[in-house]
């Protein structure tokens, strides 16, 4: 028996009403299968069967309707330390037990130069990732710590976020994160939470539908047009009413798949 399965297509609804569409999608094929899709967070394992459960609050549900997590696509357990010149090194304290090798490791995890940290003396790392937002209407994204999973043993310092318009700016992100205390290591495991992608759309009531998105040739021009431009200017917003004079009126174009099922 063929099983079809398609995701809901908001294009068709009227402008101002009902959800608004944001679209995902790998900038990166290689590799791929290791990073999950993006997940709605909702409370797992939580008490619903009360009526006054925090669980059932509309205004908590409402909330948590509005992140979604991206999860570590691998284990990472590194620590900081300076080499004979005292230049700050990363240090690939898995060993010989690390899931992933050492030199695939130092590809997508790397220390930025010194000069560059905001705070003297806390290191600031970045995790590349292929992840990529965008939408075909005015959609900001925030980058956020996941505050609503507990974590066991605390990062020892804090995710460098950030927030910007999708539907002008899509782009692949970055996890970066400032080491406070850089005398302790950094230990993520696969699968657990990253951080949060929080959208704000211009009526604030509007639910947010997610859906992956076909890297279509237009799309994929569009993005090569603003790769980069951080490298050749320092406020990157300025350049946001240039690139949405050159955009195409769609992008986001859902993914469909079908699959067969016995």
């Known amino acids: 028996m063929r099983l079809s399965v398609s995701f809901e297509n908001t294009q068709d609804t009227p402008s101002g009403r009902g959800p608004v569409q944001v679209g995902w999608f790998l900038n990166d094929n290689k590799g791929s299968i290791i990073y999950d899709a993006p997940e709605r967070v909702r409370s797992v394992d939580v008490n619903r069967e009360h009526a006054k459960s925090a669980s059932r609050c509309p205004a908590v549900i409402n909330m948590e309707s509005r992140y979604f997590m991206v999860k570590c696509p691998f284990d990472i357990h590194v620590g900081f330390a ?21 030199s695939k490791l130092g590809d997508k995890l790397h220390l930025t130069n010194e000069v560059e940290w905001r705070t003297k003396g806390v290191p600031t790392i ?106 050749y200017v320092n406020q990157t917003f300025s350049l946001f009413e240039a690139a949405e004079e050159r955009r195409p009126e769609t992008l986001l174009k859902p993914v469909s798949r079908k699959r067969s099922k016995e």
Not at 82 to 102: T, Y
């Open 82 to 102: 300076r080499d004979k010149d005292g230049k700050g090194v990363l240090r690939n304290l898995a060993g010989s037990k690390s899931a992933i090798r050492g």
């Open 126 to 231: 970045q995790l590349s990732l292929p992840y990529v937002f965008i939408s075909d209407e005015p959609v900001y994204m925030s980058q956020v710590s996941p505050f609503m999973h507990y974590n066991r043993d605390p990062w020892p310092g804090t995710i460098f976020g950030g927030r910007f318009p999708i539907n002008v700016w899509p782009r692949p992100l970055m996890w970066a994160f400032e080491w406070h205390e850089p005398d302790k290591p950094i230990k993520l495991k696969r699968g657990d939470p990253l951080f949060y992608a929080a959208f704000e759309t211009v009526s604030p009531d509007r639910p947010v539908v997610l859906t992956e998105t076909e890297v279509t040739p237009e799309l994929t021009d569009y993005m090569d047009m603003i790769s980069g431009a951080v490298n």
